[in-house]
């Protein structure tokens, strides 16, 4: 699985990448065919910066998934992200269960 972390507005430390890279690694636990997964980390407005925002993008072999969610840290931006991705990546799997 290839990882593309972006992040336009600012310069993220060597913590935050660690973290979305160990966080869109738990993505392969509910998808085993994710060709690659693109993270961009967007700060808010300048003038309301306690919105840190979160879009993921995720690659499968037949189609794209994407996720977009805001919080007051990027932490908790990337967790209610990856854990929406990872619910809309269990019902596509049940679909083809079932």
Known sequence: MNITIQ???FTA???LNNFVKE???QL???QSNIIG???VL???AKHDISNQWCEIVVT???ENK???KHSLSFEESITRAVSSMERKLKRKQEQYIY
């Open 13 to 15: 430390s060597e913590r």
């Open 60 to 62: 499968l072999p037949a």
């Open 37 to 39: 997964v693109k993270v």
């Open 28 to 30: 392969s636990n509910h």
């Open 42 to 44: 967007r700060t808010g």
């Open 7 to 9: 992040t336009p507005q």
């Open 66 to 68: 994407f996720i977009k």
């Open 23 to 25: 966080k869109i690694n």
